[in-house]
């Protein structure tokens, strides 16, 4: 099953990304994460990547591409994977569908999670990160046990660079222009299911379920 979650920044992608992967036995693939962890390495990759995030703006799709080929060709992605904050661009989508057409292959699912802007703006201000293993919290809705420390491998959590309300505002106006047209998009190939986000994380995923079975 090959599956692409769509929605704003902060919509709750990797949230529903983390829980597909692992009742359906897929992996999760999160160019975000890709990029944070060559920047954590100190790449050349996550040298450049890291301009562009910072001010909220896309990687470039000649960096992005390549390396979402690279991981979805390896041997974990035979039986398929749940794409998160892939493809963002028209461009990103041509590229994956002509890879997987070659293949004989496509995308069965694109899932769009609705939240509308005025609760992506308090979900991002209230996201807090892992700086070691990349779970994530929310300070309200999904807090970790003990205050700014990781539930799972007991490391500081921070409020990511582009989380910042600045950066924000940048995010989802760059969402709107580039990356809502795929909504469009995946429609036209008869593969969209929308799901309402705002509702509690557990009735989301429940309602993704039901369109995956
Ligand atoms: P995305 O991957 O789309 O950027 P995340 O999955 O990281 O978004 O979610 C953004 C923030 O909102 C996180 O802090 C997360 O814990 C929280 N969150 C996710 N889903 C929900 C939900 N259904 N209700 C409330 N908060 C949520
Ligand atoms: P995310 O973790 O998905 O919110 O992504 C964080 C940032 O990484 C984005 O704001 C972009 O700057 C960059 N990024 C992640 N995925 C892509 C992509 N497919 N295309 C371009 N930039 C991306």
């Known amino acids: 099953m090959k599956i692409i979650m769509l929605g704003a920044p902060g919509a709750g992608k ?15 693939i999160s160019t975000g994460d890709i990029f944070r962890a060559n920047i954590k390495e100190g790449t050349e990759l996550g040298k450049e ?7 909220g703006q896309l990687v470039p799709d000649e960096l992005t591409v390549k390396i ?12 398929g994977y749940v794409l998160d904050g892939f493809p963002r661009t028209i461009p ?3 590229v994956l569908d002509e890879a ?6 496509r ?16 979900r991002m201000g209230g996201r807090r990160a892992c ?13 970790p046990k003990k205050e700014g420390i990781c539930d799972t491998c007991g490391s500081e959590l921070i409020l990511r660079d582009d989380d910042k309300p600045e950066t924000v505002s940048n995010r989802l106006k760059v969402y709107h222009e580039q990356t809502q047209p795929l909504i469009d998009f995946y ?21 993704i379920k039901t369109i995956l079975e």
Do not use: W
């Not at 990797?14 to 999760?28: F, R, V």
């Open 100 to 105: 997987l057409t070659k293949l004989g292959d």
């Open 49 to 55: 990547a890291k301009k562009y995030m910072d001010a």
């Open 14 to 28: 990797g949230t529903q990304a983390k829980m597909i992967a692992k009742e359906y036995g897929i992996p999760h």
């Open 107 to 122: 995308i069965d699912f694109a899932i769009d999670v609705d939240v509308p802007d005025e609760n992506i703006v308090r």
């Open 187 to 207: 429609s036209k190939k008869g593969v969209l299911k929308s799901v309402d986000g705002t509702v509690d994380m557990m009735d989301v995923f429940a309602a």
């Open 131 to 143: 700086v070691t293993c990349g779970a994530t919290y929310h300070i309200e809705h999904v807090p």
């Open 68 to 79: 979402l080929l690279d991981r979805v060709a390896k041997d974990d992605c035979k039986n």
């Open 92 to 94: 990103q989508a041509e």
